[in-house]
């Protein structure tokens, strides 16, 4: 912003008006992004940030539409601005693959860790005879699932933060959230699960932590389950 305002100063001619300095703007965040060796995402939502708000702001559309926007995303991403982590949804694909795990492993109960919008918890409950238990602490994501498993009495949905639960009861728990929270995950694992249980997780392996079996699906994201199984003694390698 201050290179934008900087550029305008000395070039009136060529950088004068909403857009232009906009643009301006965009380019230097952009290239500054680049510099800072942001990931490659982050470029275009520099570069657009600014000229998004401007045109948007041509629109006048009333204030409480924006308003609204902020708390339905406050909603969905709850902690995610404090830094926890964001709503993904695991693809069908990986449902089946849990699926067929909880199959394999003949598991009575299965636990997942942050359901969002019970993607994996709402299938599992409805083909398999087992108990399911889903954590989420979103309030939208939650009624979104609590909603889906009404009618799933082996199905419940609890509106809590994962990290109070206790996974001693389940033979397979499932997680699907970021590689910022796998070591104290798998403390958590460590602690809690009991000896023969599995726990797996999507896309984000624990660190230092030898998997028993890695499931590659064969989704658009090319996902893969680390599966981790429970032992008396340490699992770190
Ligand atoms: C990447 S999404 C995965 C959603 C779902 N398990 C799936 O596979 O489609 C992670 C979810 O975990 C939820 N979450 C993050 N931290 C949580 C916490 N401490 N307690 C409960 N839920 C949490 C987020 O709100 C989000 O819905």
Not at 85 to 94: G, M, Y
Not at 124 to 134: E, F, H, M, P
Not at 212 to 228: A, M, P
Request: contains cysteine; charged residues 15%; glycine residues 6%.
């Amino acid at each position: 912003m201050a290179l934008a305002i900087a550029l305008a100063w000395m070039l009136p001619l060529v950088f004068h008006g909403a857009w232009r300095l906009a643009l301006a703007q965009g380019v230097a965040a952009a290239l500054w992004s680049g510099v800072l060796r942001q990931p490659y995402w982050w470029a275009p939502i520099h570069l657009l940030f600014l000229p998004a708000a401007i045109a948007l702001l041509t629109l006048q559309l009333p204030s409480w539409l924006y308003l609204l926007v902020v708390l339905l995303l406050a909603l969905v991403f709850w902690g995610t601005v404090k830094g926890d982590v964001p709503l993904f949804l695991s693809s069908p694909a990986v449902a089946d693959a849990l699926a067929a795990i909880v199959d394999r492993e003949n598991a009575g109960t299965f636990a997942d860790l942050g359901a969002g919008v019970g993607s994996v918890a709402v299938p599992l409950a409805q083909r398999l005879a087992i108990k399911v238990d889903a954590w989420e602490y979103a309030p939208l994501p939650w009624l979104i699932t609590a909603w889906r498993c009404r009618k799933l009495p082996n199905a419940d949905v609890k509106r809590d933060s994962l990290w109070g639960c206790d996974l001693g009861s389940y033979d397979v728990v499932f997680a699907f959230l970021s590689p910022v929270v796998m070591e104290k995950l798998g403390g958590k694992v460590r602690r809690e699960m009991h000896p023969g249980s599995l726990f797996v997780s999507s896309s984000f392996p624990v660190p230092d932590w030898q998997p028993e079996s890695v499931v590659q699906i064969e989704d658009r994201r090319g996902v893969k389950l680390f599966c981790y199984r429970v032992v008396t003694t340490q699992q770190k390698k």
